[in-house]
């Protein structure tokens, strides 16, 4: 069978989208084909002038807010390593040896113990890995490394499907590291999914067409591996044969749970009672849940599959008759599913993923509670009254954000209780309203009158105590078709909202919204305050506030940032912080924070935004400083920065580096990270960490005086060892 090159767009870069060949290969062309949502939902109601202003409650630098943790969740019995919740109070921005093009100090805002002068941003043709001054770094683990004793050493001129099976799979994207209690910091179990292929750059073109295929299918799915260093001064190395090592590929059995499961939306000839599915696919972001599992979202899953693409269900999730990228509906009934018994098979797909990574034996689950949605990923935090809150984006452009609310309460220590709480709960869409006038809102992203994009807004229910909130829905079909549900009870059509997560020091939860070059153009919803920029081409991050309340239906919310380059954009925002202190951002994508509770994002679409390379930043949320954005780190050549963990105790972070050199060919590959060796790029998760351990710390250069964050005395800490 000859091989066939992988029919891409080839329409070349444009602003505000990312690579040609990621829209191909990631979402199906989504990104650049029509609109999914041509509901005419666009809700979006503007207060008058004059409304009561949040902006005193949530943001505005004041720290007025102070809501008590919970802190059950400090107390996760897999916590991220070495949580530190609590601490932190002076934030010292030191005036020491900074570097970058802006001169700025290294800082350690609210304590941080990752103190930094962040990069220069690093133009869009280098194909470097780019860290700041003191620092280092590592792969920890790249796609082909073999997982277990028996698997083959990789080789890029003969790879097949039976090593790959065995193998680090492509496109690592969410990352989650947790320490093996007991092991001092030393062992650690990592969660990694794989987002999709590029088998344009991964095999040789004379691979044999089907051999292409299992391939590729063998590099999708999920990997957990565990990881090994010395001491907390070395980076970590993956253990080979380990016995947690695990892939999940798509000949495993993954069970549905929820109402959804069972029902006749989800049946095929090869699972007639809709219990189990094989496989997962197009995961992307994920969060690591209180008792210690993982969530992933499996986010474009409509471009692996062929269908009719008649119903207003297919259209609503973009799934067409038209052949897919990789040609899996040639080889396999199940992927086309104008096939005879595999008519539901694409319903199957779209939902966050629950794997324990602690037990290798393990069925992972599919939840169809939270909802069938291209969805980001998902992040949960536990509620002031015990029940866990779970946050969605639906990330696809004009749809939407949602919520879930269990029925259950969190059980500290009942571990198989808690891994049921995804399986029952009610389901919420937001709705946001702006307090400024529309008229003020005019595509520009320039602030309205009122100095803020702020407001209020609503949780509307889908679900509630097990029954359908919509007209005409069943439970089951709002979990499956959630999309047209959402559609009927108005809610806010959001530009592409990506990771969505809840800050356990301060309870108010972050929206990254990449960004939506369509916003305002043509027929489609024009700029509203929440979404304020026409043809936002850099995004923004929406912090929200659920009033003291995790399962309330009511929140506060104002924009954090309006990302761009403000050298080159009036219209950006940092939260009132100079903006020509910042470094400049696009396209936000994924979130984390770190002990101390600042906000870090990783950004995809960086190139085709402002014309630099991919990276990784640190936001300071709290004090004068709030708003703060400093860059830590840029990834090499076409490649996006994804799954960002931060240990700043440990003065290090990891990143997953996802498809370097996308752009290039086999034999003309236009980046060669992390090797450098001539042969060609590997996705990989990297570890960032000083580059001179046991040197004081490489803690270096400021001089804390500060800037005084309220609660700030200054940390007095490094004090010019640079
Ligand atoms: Fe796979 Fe929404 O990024
Ligand atoms: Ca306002
Ligand atoms: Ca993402």
């Given at each position: 069978?000859?091989?066939?090159?992988?029919?891409?767009?080839?329409?070349?870069?444009?602003?505000?989208?990312?690579?040609?060949?990621?829209?191909?290969?990631?979402?199906?062309?989504?990104?650049?084909?029509?609109?999914?949502?041509?509901?005419?939902?666009?809700?979006?109601?503007?207060?008058?002038?004059?409304?009561?202003?949040?902006?005193?409650?949530?943001?505005?630098?004041?720290?007025?807010?102070?809501?008590?943790?919970?802190?059950?969740?400090?107390?996760?019995?897999?916590?991220?390593?070495?949580?530190?919740?609590?601490?932190?109070?002076?934030?010292?921005?030191?005036?020491?040896?900074?570097?970058?093009?802006?001169?700025?100090?290294?800082?350690?805002?609210?304590?941080?113990?990752?103190?930094?002068?962040?990069?220069?941003?690093?133009?869009?043709?280098?194909?470097?890995?780019?860290?700041?001054?003191?620092?280092?770094?590592?792969?920890?683990?790249?796609?082909?490394?073999?997982?277990?004793?028996?698997?083959?050493?990789?080789?890029?001129?003969?790879?097949?499907?039976?090593?790959?099976?065995?193998?680090?799979g492509y496109n690592n994207d969410y990352?989650?590291?947790?320490?093996?209690?007991?092991?001092?910091?030393?062992?650690?179990?990592?969660?990694?999914?794989?987002?999709?292929?590029?088998?344009?750059?991964?095999?040789?073109?004379?691979?044999?067409?089907?051999?292409?295929?299992?391939?590729?299918?063998?590099?999708?799915?999920?990997?957990?591996?565990?990881?090994?260093?010395?001491?907390?001064?070395?980076?970590?190395?993956?253990?080979?044969?380990?016995?947690?090592?695990?892939?999940?590929?798509?000949?495993?059995?993954?069970?549905?749970?929820?109402?959804?499961?069972?029902?006749?939306?989800?049946?095929?000839?090869?699972?007639?009672?809709?219990?189990?599915?094989?496989g997962t696919l197009g995961n992307c972001?994920?969060?690591?849940?209180?008792?210690?599992?993982?969530?992933?979202?499996?986010?474009?899953?409509?471009?692996?599959?062929?269908?009719?693409?008649?119903?207003?269900?297919?259209?609503?999730?973009?799934?067409?008759?038209?052949?897919?990228?990789?040609?899996?509906?040639?080889?396999?009934?199940?992927?086309?599913?104008?096939?005879?018994?595999?008519?539901?098979?694409?319903?199957?797909f779209g939902y966050i993923v629950e794997?324990?990574?602690?037990?290798?034996?393990?069925?992972?689950?599919?939840?169809?509670?939270?909802?069938?949605?291209?969805?980001?990923?998902?992040?949960?935090?536990?509620?002031?009254?015990?029940?866990?809150?779970?946050?969605?984006?639906?990330?696809?452009?004009?749809?939407?954000?949602?919520?879930?609310?269990?029925?259950?309460?969190?059980?500290?220590?009942?571990?198989?209780?808690?891994?049921?709480?995804?399986?029952?709960?009610?389901?919420?869409?937001?709705?946001?309203?702006?307090?400024?006038?529309?008229?003020?809102?005019?595509?520009?992203?320039?602030?309205?009158?009122?100095?803020?994009?702020?407001?209020?807004?609503?949780?509307?229910?889908?679900?509630?105590?097990?029954?359908?909130?919509?007209?005409?829905?069943?439970?089951?079909?709002?979990?499956?078709?959630?999309?047209?549900?959402?559609?009927?009870?108005?809610?806010?059509?959001?530009?592409?909202?990506?990771?969505?997560?809840?800050?356990?020091?301060?309870?108010?939860?972050?929206?990254?919204?990449?960004?939506?070059?369509?916003?305002?153009?043509?027929?489609?919803?024009?700029?509203?305050?929440?979404?304020?920029?026409?043809?936002?081409?850099?995004?923004?991050?929406?912090?929200?506030?659920?009033?003291?309340?995790?399962?309330?239906?009511?929140?506060?919310?104002?924009?954090?940032?309006?990302?761009?380059?403000?050298?080159?954009?009036?219209?950006?925002?940092?939260?009132?912080?100079?903006?020509?202190?910042?470094?400049?951002?696009?396209?936000?994508?994924?979130?984390?924070?770190?002990?101390?509770?600042?906000?870090?994002?990783?950004?995809?679409?960086?190139?085709?935004?402002?014309?630099?390379?991919?990276?990784?930043?640190?936001?300071?949320?709290?004090?004068?400083?709030?708003?703060?954005?400093?860059?830590?780190?840029?990834?090499?050549?076409?490649?996006?920065?994804?799954?960002?963990?931060?240990?700043?105790?440990?003065?290090?972070?990891?990143?997953?580096?996802?498809?370097?050199?996308?752009?290039?060919?086999?034999?003309?590959?236009?980046?060669?990270?992390?090797?450098?060796?001539?042969?060609?790029?590997?996705?990989?998760?990297?570890?960032?960490?000083?580059?001179?351990?046991?040197?004081?710390?490489?803690?270096?250069?400021?001089?804390?005086?500060?800037?005084?964050?309220?609660?700030?005395?200054?940390?007095?800490?490094?004090?010019?060892?640079?």
């Open positions: 069978m000859p091989r066939l090159n992988l029919p891409l767009l080839m329409d070349g870069h444009t602003r505000g989208k990312r690579s040609a060949v990621t829209c191909a290969l990631k979402c199906g062309n989504q990104c650049v084909g029509s609109d999914c949502n041509t509901s005419s939902n666009g809700y979006f109601r503007d207060i008058a002038a004059g409304a009561l202003s949040r902006r005193a409650l949530i943001g505005g630098g004041t720290g007025a807010i102070a809501i008590a943790l919970a802190g059950t969740q400090g107390a996760m019995a897999h916590g991220p390593v070495g949580a530190k919740p609590g601490k932190g109070k002076g934030n010292g921005n030191g005036n020491g040896n900074g570097k970058d093009k802006a001169g700025k100090p290294g800082s350690a805002p609210n304590g941080s113990e990752l103190v930094f002068a962040p990069i220069a941003p690093v133009d869009a043709a280098v194909d470097e890995f780019t860290v700041p001054e003191g620092f280092t770094w590592h792969p920890v683990i790249r796609w082909g490394d073999p997982i277990f004793e028996d698997a083959p050493e990789f080789d890029w001129h003969a790879q097949s499907a039976e090593a790959q099976n065995l193998q680090f990352t989650e590291i947790q320490e093996i209690p007991g092991s001092g910091g030393r062992r650690a179990v990592m969660f990694v999914n794989h987002e999709y292929t590029n088998e344009n750059i991964m095999v040789p073109p004379t691979m044999d067409a089907a051999e292409v295929v299992e391939v590729g299918m063998a590099a999708h799915g999920l990997t957990v591996v565990e990881l090994e260093r010395k001491n907390h001064n070395v980076p970590y190395e993956y253990v080979r044969g380990a016995e947690l090592n695990r892939r999940i590929l798509l000949s495993d059995t993954f069970e549905l749970t929820g109402a959804a499961a069972g029902s006749d939306l989800v049946t095929t000839v090869e699972d007639p009672e809709g219990r189990y599915v094989l972001a994920g969060g690591l849940t209180p008792w210690g599992t993982v969530l992933s979202g499996e986010e474009n899953f409509h471009s692996y599959f062929r269908a009719p693409g008649t119903s207003a269900q297919e259209k609503r999730y973009g799934l067409a008759d038209k052949p897919t990228a990789r040609g899996w509906e040639n080889a396999h009934d199940r992927y086309d599913t104008r096939n005879a018994g595999y008519e539901n098979e694409a319903n199957r794997v324990d990574p602690w037990d290798p034996t393990s069925t992972p689950k599919k939840h169809t509670a939270l909802g069938r949605f291209k969805h980001e990923g998902a992040n949960v935090i536990i509620a002031e009254d015990g029940r866990v809150v779970a946050y969605s984006g639906d990330d696809e452009r004009f749809d939407y954000l949602y919520k879930f609310v269990s029925t259950k309460k969190y059980v500290e220590g009942d571990r198989a209780h808690n891994m049921t709480l995804l399986e029952e709960g009610d389901l919420y869409v937001a709705r946001f309203e702006g307090n400024s006038p529309s008229a003020e809102i005019d595509g520009s992203a320039a602030l309205p009158a009122d100095g803020a994009f702020d407001g209020t807004g609503q949780w509307l229910p889908l679900v509630l105590d097990g029954a359908s909130q919509v007209p005409g829905f069943s439970v089951e079909e709002v979990l499956v078709h959630t999309r047209l549900a959402a559609d009927a009870v108005g809610p806010t059509k959001m530009d592409r909202c990506e990771d969505v997560e809840p800050s356990l020091h301060s309870r108010r939860v972050y929206v990254a919204c990449t960004n939506n070059s369509n916003r305002g153009v043509g027929s489609n919803a024009g700029p509203d305050e929440v979404n304020p920029r026409t043809q936002n081409r850099d995004g923004h991050v929406i912090e929200m506030d659920e009033l003291g309340d995790q399962t309330t239906t009511s929140f506060a919310w104002n924009l954090l940032l309006v990302c761009g380059d403000p050298a080159t954009d009036e219209n950006t925002y940092f939260a009132g912080f100079p903006e020509d202190q910042v470094s400049p951002i696009s396209c936000p994508d994924n979130l984390a924070f770190d002990s101390v509770g600042n906000l870090w994002i990783s950004t995809d679409g960086q190139p085709s935004g402002i014309g630099f390379n991919d990276g990784l930043f640190r936001v300071t949320l709290d004090g004068d400083a709030r708003g703060n954005v400093e860059q830590f780190l840029s990834v090499p050549r076409d490649g996006e920065t994804c799954g960002p963990i931060i240990r700043d105790q440990d003065r290090t972070a990891f990143v997953a580096v996802q498809h370097p050199g996308e752009d290039g060919s086999w034999g003309a590959h236009t980046s060669y990270f992390p090797d450098y060796d001539g042969t060609g790029p590997k996705p990989s998760v990297i570890q960032v960490l000083p580059a001179k351990p046991g040197k004081g710390k490489g803690r270096g250069n400021g001089n804390g005086n500060g800037r005084g964050n309220g609660n700030g005395n200054g940390n007095g800490k490094g004090n010019g060892r640079g």
